[in-house]
């Protein structure tokens, strides 16, 4: 299918690992900073000024251009109560929006639902990575997770679309419940289905999805036509993905991948200025390419970490802390610092951690609401404050 009517579309990227708020929005103008961080610090001289208090770590040169037109929203001291120190239960909370219990439903995942109640397309949603975020994973809402888009596929061996089209329907008739250990055929069973039956309708399901979805995404690299040259890594080479998908006119409205690992308990100034430079040179590439092609003014990015660093820098690193950054960009967000930069005082610090001053599903409400025109509430759990970003 081909969409060209142009609609709000979202490109998530999960900073994996628990990225450094202290040194990616730093507060270079608060001595507290230095005293802190004896060593895991960026110099006031090599910061790139917000103003005369805070700064962009040096290697953010190449989106630094976002905030200076008005087209970057940061978000500090981004979290939620009683945080967690743990990278998975973090990351599930976060995917969730569910602090206090253990839950399984992805926020994206309701989002897609949302556009697309009757899953007439399986793209509706493209990960790009490997394996499936919980943040897209609800039952009955397809996905495709792509690890690279030229050599995605599912029975590639089979060179007809018939032929991986009668594949799949074995497939998944396999997994239906109309077929059982008597050996009856789907008309003939005679016992109701069994426990866990439903899942395995809805693996087969997935398998019939997943092909279908990759038999479509392969016609987006013959559609893809640019001068824009992308760096040499891999967060890179995802975003140039999700821009062939999105430039192909797929009706794809949810984006997602990931880059790390920002776990920078050691060797954290070579780390993460690396890491940075490869986010923010990847993502200067992915809007210069959309904006070649006339496709940037309905894109949204957003940037996220499960958590922030310690205060107190460790000698070589920085270990797991609270109050992160979120960082939004796009044509039409309303550049700014929407929330207070968390205190570093000591008295104002939890256990050595930055107290969070906003909760993280304002961040999530306010995109869905004022960007993608869905309803936040029942997705994020609760009414949250939203910032006006658009």
């Not at 556009?115 to 399986?122: F, G, Q």
């Amino acid at each position: 299918m081909s969409t060209v009517q142009k609609q709000p579309t979202l490109v998530v990227l999960q900073l994996t690992g628990g990225n450094d708020a202290l040194n990616t929005i730093v507060p270079y103008g608060d001595g507290l900073y230095y005293d802190n961080r004896r060593t895991v610090r960026i110099p006031e001289e090599e910061v790139l000024p917000i103003d005369n208090r805070f700064g962009f770590h040096p290697a953010m040169r190449a989106i630094k251009p976002f905030w200076d037109e008005g087209k970057m929203a940061i978000i500090a001291g981004v979290g939620y109560p009683n945080p967690n120190y743990s990278h998975f239960r973090s990351m599930d909370i976060w995917y969730t929006c569910e602090p206090d219990k253990i839950a399984t439903d992805g926020w994206l995942g309701k989002a897609v639902r949302e556009i697309d109640p009757r899953a007439e397309n399986v793209l509706t949603a493209v990960n790009f990575g490997r394996g499936l975020p919980r943040a897209l994973s609800l039952a009955g809402v397809p996905v495709a997770s792509v690890a690279q888009l030229d050599s995605y596929g599912l029975l590639t061996s089979l060179s007809s679309v018939s032929q991986r089209q009668s594949a799949l329907e074995v497939f998944s008739c396999l997994y239906d419940d109309g077929w059982n250990d008597q050996g009856l055929s789907p008309t003939e069973t005679l016992e109701p289905a069994r426990s866990g039956d439903e899942v395995l309708r809805y693996t087969g399901q997935t398998g019939l999805d997943a092909q279908k979805g990759a038999d479509i995404l392969r016609t987006a690299l013959g559609k893809y036509h640019s001068d824009v040259h992308y760096p040499k890594n891999p967060i890179a080479e995802n975003l140039k993905g999700i821009a062939q998908v999105k430039l192909a006119g797929l009706g794809t409205r949810v984006f997602y991948t990931s880059h790390g690992t920002f776990d920078t308990h050691a060797t954290q100034l070579p780390t993460h200025a690396k890491l940075w430079q490869e986010v923010s040179e990847g993502i200067a590439a992915f809007f210069e390419d959309l904006h070649a092609h006339d496709a940037a003014d309905d894109v949204m990015l957003l940037i996220w970490s499960e958590f922030g660093r310690r205060v107190k820098d460790n000698g070589a690193g920085t270990d797991h802390g609270a109050g992160s950054v979120a960082l939004i960009l796009g044509e039409h967000v309303k550049g700014g610092m929407y929330s207070e930069y968390p205190s570093l005082k000591q008295s104002d610090l939890t256990l050595g951690n930055l107290k969070y001053n906003v909760d993280f599903r304002s961040t999530y409400a306010t995109i869905l609401d004022r960007w993608m025109q869905i309803e936040a509430e029942p997705i994020v759990n609760g009414k949250f404050e939203e910032f006006a970003i658009v």
